[in-house]
């Protein structure tokens, strides 16, 4: 836990009495608060950016929401806290002081509404504000002055997390409240996760560690790019201070409220990864379009955030509105996001070694989003549409095999990616056309010595291509046998010389079955 000044108080004037001499004690940064949550920055939903206090934030919203973490593979992905914001409660607490749950909106009671998200193996969270009342009008008694009996009454309901707000605060000192709540949910003796929710009004990235498990640094998000890249904006300097149990909340998500475009939803989704915020979904998911799902659920990115290390990207460069992050994952990967603030289509670079990561005679860029890869000695640079962002993982080639999935392949007519049958590498397999001529080609990067194909042949007969590089056919007849099922992969290498620069590489079939179904080319220098 904390060092308490009484103590090192005590321990200074003793080093005056026995030595005489004042002694200078080195500075000590912040403890985390050790309560052994958020390890990684806490992902769930809120309410508040879809309903605010509308009629429909009720209980049977909050179990739909659980419903549909279950139903579409959210929960899979990681989302875990089902939260709700102001305006649960009634106007006053009831003659033992207890806060009571608007019975209107929550007919069975906020422990009942608990049990139901338990039940799914998913986590409950709640809100009120470290001031005499909530912040809407119509909101309810907060928690000054009533700090251990909310904070027991939480616990009783099973609470797993809770966010603490900063309206009608009377002007007490903000570490003052949130230390007291702090030490209250510590005594109530559940294990609950604290959002300290001051909007950065007093730095709380500076004293917060030891207090609460993440703090807003900014006013509240609204549903327009300007509002979300002013709240990235003002977070994005703070890496400093976050880490594992103690994380920057630039507020809750956006995404699929409708108020902004893909590509921004996308920068928004990605910055907030790269920042190791909190990724708390705040739109209606009942009424959210399946484009705006595929961005909630992309693992690729969701990944950067959740990442181990706990690291928040900071900023390489930005100029004119094109930033460069750059953030040190778990497994000396880096990732980098280069985005695009401006009116117009912009080139936005970087290189391998402006990250930290260099050393490797090439490196492999996956982008997150295309799910495209590619090899590079050190450039990282794209081209960003307006208000877009591109986010790359980047990893050592290190001179061993570089990978390129067949979902970056080039396949003839009548091929597809597919991923219907388990166990590929990437996000899929080619399955090119069932036909003499039909291919697949991957352009790649040398120089190298070998090329090996992933591959499944579930069939009873080999399925022989011809390789070709650079349009010229370097072998013939190369044999895929077959694998014994779809599912069963296998690999098949073939000796090259390709030299250093860019190659495309074809396999083209000579028998009326096509190719087999193809998984990557591992290049091998
Ligand atoms: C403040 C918070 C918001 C939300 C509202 C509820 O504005 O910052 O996130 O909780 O209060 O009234």
């Known amino acids: 836990m904390r060092a308490s000044s009484p103590l090192r108080r005590f321990a200074t004037l003793l080093a005056l009495v026995v030595t005489g001499f004042p002694v200078v004690q080195a500075s000590v940064p912040a403890p985390a608060l050790e309560n052994g949550l958020a390890r990684t920055p806490p992902m769930g939903f809120n309410n508040w950016n879809s309903t605010q206090c509308k009629a429909d934030f009720n209980e049977a919203m909050i179990k739909g929401i659980a419903d549909i973490f279950v139903a579409k593979g959210l929960k899979d992905a990681g989302y875990t806290y089902v939260n709700i914001d102001d305006c649960w409660a009634l106007p006053s607490r009831n003659s033992s002081g207890n806060l009571v749950p608007d019975p209107a909106r929550f007919p069975g009671g906020i422990k009942a509404l608990a049990d139901y998200v ?126 594992p149990g103690h994380w920057n909340d630039p507020d809750m998500l956006e995404v699929g409220n409708g108020g902004m475009t893909a590509a921004e939803y996308r920068t928004h989704f990605s910055l907030w990864a790269m920042m190791a915020a909190p ?22 990115v969701i990944a950067l955030d959740q990442d181990t290390l706990g690291k928040q990207a900071t900023v390489l460069s930005a100029n004119g509105g094109l930033v460069v ?22 080139t936005i670079a970087t290189t391998a070694a402006a990250t930290g990561i260099g050393g490797a005679p090439s490196y492999t ?60 590498s990437g996000t899929g397999f080619a399955n090119g056309a069932n036909a003499v001529g039909s291919y697949v080609e991957w352009n790649v990067t040398g120089p190298a010595s070998s090329l090996t194909f992933g591959y499944a042949n579930g069939t009873a007969a080999a399925r022989p291509v011809d390789v070709s590089v650079d349009g010229v056919v370097v072998a013939t007849g190369i044999s895929f046998p077959a694998t014994g099922a779809w599912t069963t992969w296998s690999a098949v290498s073939k000796a090259v010389s390709l030299a250093s620069g860019q190659h495309t590489v074809r396999l083209t079939a000579t028998t009326a079955d096509g190719p087999a179904n193809l998984d990557y080319l591992d290049v091998e220098r």
């Open 365 to 424: 860029l996956k982008d997150l989003w295309s799910k495209a890869t590619r090899t590079t000695t050190g450039a990282i640079s794209a081209s960003v549409p307006s208000h877009a962002t591109v986010l790359y993982r980047v990893s050592k080639s290190s001179g061993g095999a570089t990978r390129y999935e067949a979902e970056s392949s080039t396949l003839s007519a009548g091929g597809t990616v597919d991923a219907n049958h388990a166990g590929f």
């Open 279 to 300: 990724l708390l979904i705040g739109s209606d998911l009942r009424k959210v379009s399946d484009d705006n799902f595929a961005i909630l659920k992309n693992t690729d």
């Open 118 to 243: 338990h039940a799914k193996g998913l986590k409950f969270g709640l809100y009120t504000s470290a001031g005499t009342k909530t912040c809407n009008k119509a909101g309810f008694p907060g928690g000054l002055g009533h700090e251990q009996q909310d904070a027991n009454l939480f616990a009783s309901w099973g609470v797993d997390y809770l966010k603490y707000d900063n309206c009608n605060n009377q002007g007490v000192d903000a570490q003052q409240r949130y230390t007291a709540m702090r030490d209250a949910l510590a005594k109530s003796g559940r294990p609950i996760v604290y959002s300290i929710c001051e909007w950065g009004q007093s730095k709380p990235w500076t004293w917060a560690a030891p207090v609460g498990n993440l703090w807003r640094t900014t006013g509240d998000i609204s549903d327009k790019w300007s509002s979300m890249i002013g709240k990235a904006q003002a977070n994005r300097g703070l890496a400093q201070y976050a880490g």
């Open 325 to 346: 992050y750059s953030k040190v994952l778990a497994n000396g990967d880096r990732a980098v996001a280069l985005s695009n603030e401006t009116g117009a289509t912009a």
